[in-house]
């Protein structure tokens, strides 16, 4: 009866309130506020520059990708193609790779970082090579394969995108404990994997048998 009783429509109230919290949260990087309000940030801050303030340079303002295009100033300073969120996508997971010491992905090693087929990678990839973020060129571990790698630019889209969601994260659980905190990136990250280990079966019933 207690069971029951946690029980709503559709299935255990627990898994219903993960439902409803990943539902809230599946815009979460791809508008924030500033974006929607079409305010850039201010120089030198993650917080929206005042009406008629001056516009910031292009990593600032990438610091806050949205869903929609956003312009970006190139290092000779003529502006760039706009930057989308996919292109921060691209050097995030460049990223990433040097830091595991590859300074370079194939449009394979991307297909598979971001998992979208591969011909959608390489169409997000001319996206992001538009912007000056990335720049493609011969594979050093095989010439006959192409390798996309960071511009200075993507490292600076790069840096300040992170920024940007590590502060708001920080906002967000600014009255969280530690401890909370911790348990919190464990049981997420432990979500994360299992959800990139065992993908969505399109019967749901398959596979549910315990």
Known sequence: MAEAARR????????????????????????????????PLAPGSRTPAAPGSASPDGAARAANPGRGPL?????????????ELSTVWIVDALTRAEAAGRPSMTVRDLAEALDVAHSTASRLLDRA????????????ADARSVAC????????????????????????????????????????????????????????GAGCQD
Request: hydrophobic residues 40%; glycine residues 12%.
């Open 8 to 39: 709503g429509v559709g299935g255990d109230a627990d898994l219903l309130a993960i439902d409803a919290a990943l539902l809230g949260l599946r815009h979460l990087w791809s508008a924030p506020p500033e974006r929607r309000a079409g305010r």
């Open 71 to 83: 312009g970006t100033e190139g290092a000779a300073g003529g502006r760039t193609a706009d930057v």
């Open 129 to 140: 090579e538009a912007t000056g973020t990335v720049k493609r060129g011969r594979s050093p």
């Open 149 to 204: 790698s960071l511009t200075p630019l993507g490292r600076d889209l790069a840096a300040e995108s992170a920024a940007f969601r590590t502060d708001y994260l920080a906002h967000l659980t600014a009255d969280w404990t530690a401890d909370e905190r911790a348990s919190f990136g464990r049981l997420l990250t432990r979500f994360a994997e299992a959800a990139r280990a065992r993908p969505p079966d399109p019967d749901p």
